[in-house]
């Protein structure tokens, strides 16, 4: 059994433009080409031979260039070629296709599709999932009248469920036979295809933040990303830092007068003459020369691409020549749009490097000790709850239920149990009685509370076994009190900003909140944001030390724990938390886009 790669190639440029239109593959990403990174990754899982399938027709040079570009032996078949190709398969023999549209900007991992090989007649596929830019979509349920009866919201990598593309299939060879003389146009049409057939498939999810490269503006968000990231600390041999943060390739000439600001990375044979202008992050791909008194501003340079002197180039993917004077547009790609699919928890950028490194390490540390410390003398005191809790109630002692934690990662939120097993299945009846405004549910007097629950919960005892989370990771001692997904999906901006850092034991919110009978879901979103924002370690101490001295049943001015001056700060940037929409909870059968 031998596992074939085959890579899908596409021109980035409409079908009928004069000239020879770059390609995908030949496109440069950071100190290499596309195809130079896909292989490197295919390597990874088989040493077979790679053949490249361009899904246009070819030019001569095709081939040699994908070739030299690579530096290794290729194989090139455009699709009426392929069915021969496919034919000298063997029946046990596996092919691995490759579409580098869909690529992570950290790069893909294939092994998912060859880890379990158990039954080699289903394929496997590496889906893309749909995504919106922020993350969410949101669907209005209307009546027969038209009224809004109800707001459903969707979010990426958890309630989206439609595939966008696929980036790779791992398909026995024999299932391919059928398709060999059909036009091969995209690994989403191989999938149903093969679906069509009779094929049995598995769907896996491409995580990560995924961006589109059929189009120039993926290919510019891409580099852009790897010139930003540290890649630029591991140049390969051949280049060479000609200044701060600018590097060169090999047989590379720049004009003395010329200008060059990092981060830039030029590839082999260019020419900078004179008084050019790069200003990064830029790539200039292979066999480029930028004429005299040129600007390339935060671009990419398509191979081969020559920008004439006096030519300006900002913000864009060169992928033709222009000419002399004439600023160059973005040629539109066969696809429509550029889009960029964000598929981990679409949250808001941390702080800068040094402090967010120094807090979080702080932090985390502060956590072990302090939840091995309390687990080791509170054991006793742990020990006589589990036994009332086993003595006065059928079930078991701990309670585990599913939360969301940091980056929208569920885990297991441990507690001591303080309601009867069916606690859950009787919700339902009692939603009408609850006292809060909120997603949450709490009533007075629940029915569903053991002999010893009330007391437990009023004095937060029931949260204790909480120290096993913050050891394990996935709490911490202070931060947003923890929910599940079905809670966190009501204010888009709160679940973005609570799902930025580790939910908390005590928080913000557990010790300032003031409306705590008449239900606070408004100071809880304030609250939850509010620590966000102005997490510092030494609030962190502050709140611990609150939740000490008052129970957790007394309130605290949040004056004292957050300067005046970052409230007020904050009160001018931000609306009130009571213009914070809670969309009413009704059915209907009538969904519209919103």
């Not at 999938?191 to 961006?211: F, K, N, T, Y």
């Not at 590097?247 to 600001?261: K, N, Q, Y």
């Not at 060169?318 to 066969?334: D, K, V, Y």
């Not at 928890?345 to 410390?373: E, H, I």
Request: proline share 8%; net charge neutral.
């Amino acid at each position: 059994m031998h596992v074939y790669p085959l890579i899908f190639d596409a021109r980035l440029l409409p079908a009928g433009h004069g000239g020879v239109a770059p390609t995908l593959l030949e496109m440069p990403y950071g100190f290499e080409s596309v195809l130079h990174r896909v292989l490197d990754s295919v390597e990874r899982v088989t040493f077979s031979k790679p053949t490249i399938v361009p899904t246009f027709e070819p030019d001569r040079g095709y081939a040699e260039r994908l070739r030299r570009g690579a530096g290794r032996d290729l194989d090139v078949h455009a699709t009426p070629t392929l069915g021969a190709w496919l034919e000298r398969r063997e029946p046990a023999d596996l092919l691995l296709f490759v579409d580098p549209r869909f690529w992570p900007v950290d790069g893909v991992d294939y092994t998912a599709l060859v880890d379990d090989l158990t039954d080699q007649r289903v394929a496997r596929n590496l889906v893309v999932f749909d995504s919106s830019a922020h993350g969410t979509e949101e669907l209005a349920h209307l009546d027969a009248h038209g009224n809004v009866k109800r707001i459903q919201r969707y979010y990426d990598s958890v309630t989206r469920v439609r595939a966008r593309g696929v980036a790779a299939t791992l398909t026995p060879a024999t299932a391919c036979h059928p398709l060999a003389g059909k036009p091969w146009e995209s690994l989403q049409w191989l999938r149903m295809s093969l679906a069509q057939a009779g094929v049995s498939s598995v769907d896996l999810p491409l995580g990560g933040q995924v961006i589109d490269l059929a189009t120039p503006r993926g290919v510019l968000d891409l580099n852009e990303y790897a010139l930003r990231s540290d890649s630029l600390l591991q140049a390969p041999p051949r280049y060479h830092e000609h200044q701060p943060g600018v590097f060169v390739g090999p047989d590379v000439l720049i004009d003395e007068r010329a200008e060059l600001v990092g981060p830039v990375v030029i590839h082999e044979r260019c020419v900078i003459e004179r008084n050019a202008l790069v200003v990064g992050p830029a790539v200039i791909g292979r066999n480029v020369v930028i004429g005299n008194d040129a600007v390339v501003a935060q671009s990419v340079i398509a191979p081969g691409v020559n920008v004439f002197p006096l030519c300006s180039v900002r913000h864009r993917t060169m992928l033709t020549e222009s000419a002399e004077g004439e600023e160059p547009q973005a040629t539109p790609s066969a696809i429509s749009r550029s889009a960029v699919a964000i598929q981990d928890s679409g949250l808001p950028p941390r702080r800068g490097r040094g402090r967010s490194w120094g807090y979080a390490v702080a932090k985390r540390m502060t956590d072990v000790v302090l939840s091995a410390f309390g687990l080791l003398v509170l054991s006793p005191l742990l020990l006589v709850i589990a036994l009332a809790v086993k003595i006065t109630s059928r079930g078991p002692i701990l309670f585990a239920h599913e939360r969301e934690g940091r980056g929208g990662r569920v885990f297991r939120c441990y507690k001591f149990r303080t309601m009867t097993p069916d606690a859950h299945a009787r919700q339902r009846e009692l939603y009408s009685a609850s006292a809060t405004d909120g997603p949450q549910f709490k009533i007075d007097k629940d029915p569903r509370l053991t002999p010893i629950g009330g007391f437990l919960r009023d004095y937060c005892l029931d949260e204790l076994p909480q120290l096993i989370n913050v050891l394990l990771g996935t709490m911490s001692l202070v931060g947003p009190r923890p929910s599940p997904f079905r809670e966190n999906q009501i204010c888009v901006p709160w679940r973005n900003a609570r799902l930025s850092v580790r939910p908390g034991m005590t928080g913000l919110w557990q010790v300032c909140r003031s409306q705590r009978s008449l239900g606070d879901f408004h100071q809880w979103i304030h609250y939850d944001i509010l620590y966000v924002r102005n997490r510092s370690y030494w609030l962190d101490w502050k709140i611990l030390i609150a939740t000490l001295l008052t129970g957790g049943r007394r309130s605290v001015p949040v004056e004292w724990l957050i300067p005046r001056s970052r409230l007020s700060a904050w009160d001018a940037s931000v609306p009130p938390v009571d213009e914070f929409e809670v969309p009413e909870q009704a059915v209907s059968d009538n969904p519209v886009a919103t």
